[in-house]
T-cell receptor, first 113, second 110 residues
Framework: NAGVMQNPRHLVRRRGQEARLRCSPV?????VYWYRQLPEEGLKFMVY????????ESGMPKERFSAEFPKEGPSILRIQQVVRGDSAAYFC???????????FGQGTRLTVV | DAKTTQPNSMESNEEEPVHLPCNHS???????IHWYRQLPSQGPEYVIH???SNVNNRMASLAIAEDRKSSTLILHRATLRDAAVYYC???????????FGAGTRLTVKP
């Protein structure tokens, strides 16, 4: 996990609140991926971004979820009006080019109460 | 990404080699074979990747079948710290995402 920083590591939100998950990629990496992992399940692809552009969001729910990767600053995964089913670990990965080694962060564990 | 098939789980003894298989019968000519692993309560980490030739690095070796329809991740001497879920993924040059399957849960016995 060379340098991908995710924060917060743990986030608790009440139903209906907003959750903002941040991911700072490895310096110089312009490709960012977000994944969701439910307990005891595999990683589910959500969205792939390249600086300021969403390239593939086919794995992201159409409602309440959005992602951005601005020119300056971290990538943000935003979940509006959270529900209990959003409770999961959310991982971010970055890579310098599309088909190279990707580095993952330690994840943000979201709990909706 | 083309689909990969891996056994759900495998067991190994400490200090012994481990061969983790992956079938990818629908692989295309531009698909790279990537392996990642996820230790408990951690994010995935890159292990190795290759296209056609066998590959070696500090962590493991990757043996790719001549027809590329299968590959094997080889851990030369398993340690307790190698207990993890191992994912085999195909990534095409023109494909943007990196989609994980269920992986193989490796248990290492002392």
């Amino acid at each position: 996990n060379a340098g991908v920083m995710q924060n917060p590591r743990h986030l608790v939100r009440r139903r209906g609140q907003e959750a903002r998950l941040r991911c700072s990629p490895v310096k110089g990496h312009s490709h960012v991926y977000w994944y969701r992992q439910l307990p005891e399940e595999g990683l589910k692809f959500m969205v792939y971004l390249q600086k300021e552009n969403i390239i593939d969001e086919s794995g992201m729910p159409k409602e309440r979820f959005s992602a951005e990767f601005p020119k300056e600053g971290p990538s943000i995964l935003r979940i509006q009006q959270v529900v209990r089913g959003d409770s999961a670990a959310y991982f971010c990965a970055s890579s310098p080019e599309r088909n190279t080694e990707a580095f993952f962060g330690q994840g943000t564990r979201l709990t909706v109460v | 990404d083309a689909k990969t098939t891996q056994p759900n789980s495998m067991e190994s003894n400490e200090e012994e080699p481990v061969h983790l298989p992956c079938n990818h019968s629908t692989i295309s000519g531009t698909d790279y074979i990537h392996w990642y692993r996820q230790l408990p309560s951690q994010g995935p980490e890159y292990v190795i990747h290759g296209l056609t030739s066998n590959v070696n690095n500090r962590m493991a070796s990757l043996a790719i079948a001549e027809d590329r329809k299968s590959s094997t991740l080889i851990l030369h001497r398993a340690t307790l710290r190698d207990a993890a879920v191992y994912y085999c993924i195909l990534r095409a040059n023109n494909n943007n995402d990196m989609r994980f399957g269920a992986g193989t849960r490796l248990t290492v016995k002392p």
